[in-house]
């Protein structure tokens, strides 16, 4: 009796030193999220604006619009919705300018996040921002700071066939300085991994958002929807 | 007092150069090779340790008594990852382009060992307005070495410093400091320096006392 009544004695103050700790701990992270909360969403929202009205040259206002997969529908957008979110930049006349699109796909060292602009009047890409990547400083990060590979996106022919269903060319990738069509991409000397990514994430999200857009335009169209 | 107020002032000066945990201690080698690609990271790196390292300081030096031993790196290592964390948030309110340069390596100052090193080394035996001042040493200190990194790397690796183009256009740049093998190159010619200070001081000293 007399060791149990010791034992537990000792054991009081690392259960009252780590229990107590462990709730100043968790008190404080939590008012600290509660605080910064609202000012890192408006950080998140500010780049992504900045990175929208950069693919879309002339925008003045941007729209948000959900798609729905299973109901083939586009809906304006609710906070905290699920569904893939379709950007739409219009002039200050209330003309679409083109939709802004997130894709994501594999690069050299991890997930490559970009967003593209997409003029449905021309048919082409107007514009390409890289969000998110860790690719290689100084070779693949090239991908966000070339301008001539940056110089690829802004007439990048996409133009539909007559089904609507597939591109008339498929985008591809050819080896720097060998661009001859306008649906090609002039890849990046030592970074062909991440060039060939950026080409892959635009060819495979053009083909499932391309005629979705061109189903929906009139409803795109309108401002907030 | 005399000699207290040398030993106070010690315990700041010792972390600057003659303990210096990267140059000397060679402590917290992720960061130090990881994040001084460029001196904006590499400043913003230095601060957030400098700023976990004084707070966890404090905190243990204050609960010093109230901790049992049994449990007291476990009890630190909860303190640093709070501070860690709250940290980790106020850099992404304040910038998010920057807590993307800096990827994990925010979260990972938990493990770095320079902040537990001093919690079990200095703040734990020592009141707190000492283990505020080897924290201040310490930081400021490691700042320096990752503000010394960064500032090389980034002009030879890019030709500028904190964004700053130093170099005309014709210069080409050596990529290979901004990529993790520039962090060896970097870290082992500033050893290699300092190391040769050291000796030139100890040597001159030892003469002028002959």
Same mark, same amino acid.
């Given at each position: 009796m007399a060791a149990m009544t010791s034992s537990l004695t000792a054991l009081w103050p690392m259960y009252r030193s780590l229990v107590g700790l462990g709730v100043i701990c968790t008190v404080?992270?939590?008012?600290?999220?509660?605080?910064? !909360?609202?000012? /890192?969403?408006?950080? &998140?929202?500010?780049?992504?604006?900045?990175?929208?009205?950069?693919?879309?040259?002339? !925008?003045? *206002? =941007?729209?948000?619009?959900?798609?729905?997969?299973?109901?083939?529908?586009?809906? *304006?957008?609710?906070?905290?919705?699920?569904?893939?979110?379709?950007?739409?930049?219009?002039?200050?006349?209330? &003309?679409?300018?083109?939709?802004? +699109?997130?894709?994501?796909?594999?690069?050299? &060292?991890?997930? =490559?996040?970009? +967003?593209?602009?997409?003029?449905?009047?021309?048919q082409t890409v107007i514009g390409m921002r890289v969000i998110e990547s860790r690719e290689t400083p100084g070779l693949g990060d090239r991908i966000e700071t070339d301008s001539a590979f940056q110089a690829n996106f802004i007439a990048l022919d996409v133009r539909l066939n007559a089904q609507g269903n597939d591109l008339v060319h498929p985008v591809e990738l050819v080896k720097s300085? &060998?661009?001859?069509?306008?649906?090609?991409?002039?890849? =990046?000397?030592?970074?062909? +991994?991440?060039?060939?990514? /950026? *080409?892959?994430? +635009?060819?495979?999200?053009?083909? *499932?958002?391309?005629?979705?857009?061109?189903?929906? =335009?009139?409803?795109?169209?309108?401002?907030?929807? | 007092m005399d000699n207290q107020q040398a030993t106070s002032a010690d315990t700041f000066i010792k972390g600057l150069w003659r303990d210096n945990p990267v140059f000397v201690q060679v402590l917290g080698m992720c960061p130090v090779l990881a994040v001084t690609n460029s001196a904006v990271n590499a400043l913003t790196m230095g601060l957030a340790t400098l700023f976990v390292l004084l707070m966890s300081n404090i905190m243990v030096s204050l609960l010093r008594n109230w901790i049992p031993k049994e449990v007291r790196i476990a009890s630190f290592i909860l303190i640093i990852a709070t501070?860690?964390?709250?940290? $980790?948030?106020? @850099?992404?309110?304040?910038?998010? $382009?920057?807590?993307?340069?800096?990827?994990?390596f925010i979260s990972l100052i938990v493990v770095n060992c320079l902040i537990l090193g001093r919690a079990e080394a200095f703040a734990s035996k020592h009141p707190p307005l000492s283990s505020v001042l080897d924290a201040l040493g310490m930081g400021t200190g490691f700042t320096f070495a990752l503000?010394?990194?960064?500032? @090389?790397?980034?002009?030879?690796?890019?030709?500028?410093?904190?964004?700053?183009?130093?170099?005309a256009d014709s210069y080409q740049p050596w990529v290979v400091m901004i990529l993790p093998s520039g962090g060896f190159f970097t870290l082992g010619v500033l050893m290699l320096v300092i190391n040769r200070i050291n000796k030139r001081v100890a040597l001159s000293n030892a003469r002028s006392e002959a």
């Open positions: 404080c992270i939590v008012a600290v999220v509660m605080v910064t !909360t609202p000012a /890192i969403k408006q950080n &998140q929202q500010d780049a992504m604006h900045r990175a929208i009205f950069a693919v879309l040259p002339g !925008t003045t *206002t =941007i729209g948000a619009f959900t798609y729905d997969s299973g109901a083939d529908a586009f809906s *304006t957008v609710v906070q905290g919705g699920a569904g893939s979110t379709l950007y739409v930049g219009y002039d200050p006349q209330g &003309q679409l300018v083109g939709v802004a +699109i997130a894709a994501e796909g594999q690069g050299y &060292q991890d997930k =490559i996040k970009i +967003i593209y602009g997409y003029s449905p009047d021309k300085g &060998q661009k001859t069509k306008a649906w090609q991409i002039d890849g =990046i000397t030592g970074a062909t +991994i991440s060039s060939q990514a /950026i *080409t892959d994430m +635009i060819a495979h999200s053009v083909s *499932t958002w391309l005629p979705r857009v061109r189903d929906h =335009i009139a409803q795109l169209e309108q401002p907030h929807g | 501070f860690v964390t709250l940290v $980790d948030y106020v @850099i992404q309110a304040i910038s998010l $382009d920057l807590h993307k340069n800096l990827g994990a503000l010394c990194m960064g500032s @090389i790397r980034e002009l030879l690796g890019n030709g500028s410093v904190f964004g700053w183009a130093l170099f």
